[in-house]
């Protein structure tokens, strides 16, 4: 199973672009890499996803490394509000169903 | 995406009593659903995948008969936690996987805490 390694935590200043780097050098071809964010005591909420192309939606941009071997995730305008930990993962497909498997993730800190 | 409560949001119980927590897709059929646990600063463990009118795989370690998974609609998952001790104590979240490429939508957690 591909798994995941970031940095445990990151700090970036309020208004400025935060870059989150995640390492998945034994991803498989057909297996996307997706991005959820965990603000303490709640349940983690869905940023982006990606296979092998760069994506952008209202809430971030994933960058993909040609290799596919690592990803970026980009959010443009860090406020306070993005202070949380960020989970990188890799989908691991299994007969019972596309499961996740969660590593320790990057703890962002916003700051003014 | 799809959203999803859990209730209750937390729960206080005696040891060796039991704790159901219900997990529903309000907005979307859910054939699969899966439970996770978070204990404190720690990342979320996968406990098992539920699959409608089947039974649930568990992960390795991960006890089936003290975390009895039901998932008899496409709506409700539900997760009883049996003869609960005070390690149980965690925070229980479930999610529903949905579209082409099964992204997965999470509920907002149930706090256990084992007397």
């Known amino acids: 199973d591909a798994k995941t390694t970031q940095p445990t935590s990151m700090d970036c200043a309020e208004g400025r672009a935060a870059n989150l780097p995640c390492n998945h050098s034994?991803?498989?071809?057909?297996?996307?890499v997706y991005w959820y964010r965990q603000i303490h005591s709640q349940g983690p909420q869905y940023i982006i996803h990606g296979l092998k192309n760069n994506e952008t939606n209202e809430m971030a941009s994933l960058i993909i490394t040609e290799d596919r071997k690592s990803s970026t995730l980009i959010l443009p305008h860090a406020t306070l509000r993005d202070t949380a930990v960020y989970y990188c993962?890799?989908?691991?497909?299994?007969?019972?169903?596309?499961?996740?498997?969660f590593g320790t993730g990057t703890s962002l800190t916003v700051i003014p | 995406g799809a959203v999803v409560s859990q209730h209750p949001s937390r729960v206080i119980c005696k040891s060796g009593t039991s704790v159901k927590i219900e997990c529903r897709s309000l907005d979307f059929q859910a054939t699969t659903m899966f439970w996770y646990r978070q204990f404190p600063k720690q990342s979320l463990m996968l406990m098992a995948t539920s699959n409608e009118g089947s039974k649930a795989t568990y992960e390795q370690g991960v006890e089936k008969d003290k975390f009895l998974i039901n998932h008899a609609s496409l709506t409700l998952s539900t997760l009883t936690v049996t003869s609960a001790h005070p390690e149980d104590s965690s925070f229980y979240i479930c999610s529903v996987s949905q579209g082409a490429t099964d992204t997965q939508y999470f509920g907002p957690g149930t706090r256990l805490t084992v007397l």
């Open positions: 034994t991803i498989s071809g057909n297996e996307y």
């Open positions: 993962i890799v989908r691991v497909r299994r007969v019972t169903g596309n499961q996740f498997y």
